[in-house]
């Protein structure tokens, strides 16, 4: 199983990026996709999840400002997010978790620099 992630730059203050990540392989169809990000010197956290089902989670700091969407039909996820701060700048990486197993797979991360 392998995950590419696209959509990474440089915004300022108050834009809008769009995160893609697209996975291949062989991998059960009830899974949860999400996005995380890790800052220089901060532990990977979470950004975002979505099942296969449609069921999302996010967490409190991007609530509001990010959704996440997925294309079951294309194995990708998306990350849109508008109205960015500079504490979002940090590396994001996609993740696939297989439910049925327990797997879990990551792609290499994206980098988004938000400037004031």
């Known amino acids: 199983v392998q995950l590419q992630a696209y959509g990474g730059g440089s915004v300022q203050a108050g834009g809008s990026l769009r995160l893609s990540c697209a996975a291949s392989g062989n991998f059960a169809r009830f899974n949860v996709m999400g996005w995380y990000l890790q800052a220089p010197e901060n532990q990977r956290e979470l950004v975002a999840t979505?099942?296969?089902?449609?069921?999302?989670n996010y967490a409190d700091s991007v609530k509001e400002r990010f959704t996440i969407s997925r294309d079951n039909a294309k194995n990708t996820v998306y990350l849109q997010m508008s109205s960015l701060k500079p504490e979002d700048t940090a590396v994001y990486y996609c993740?696939?978790?297989?439910?049925?197993?327990?797997?879990?797979?990551w792609g290499k991360g994206t980098l988004v620099t938000v400037s004031s």
């Open positions: 979505i099942t296969s089902g449609g069921t999302t």
């Open positions: 993740k696939l978790h297989v439910l049925l197993g327990g797997m879990d797979y």
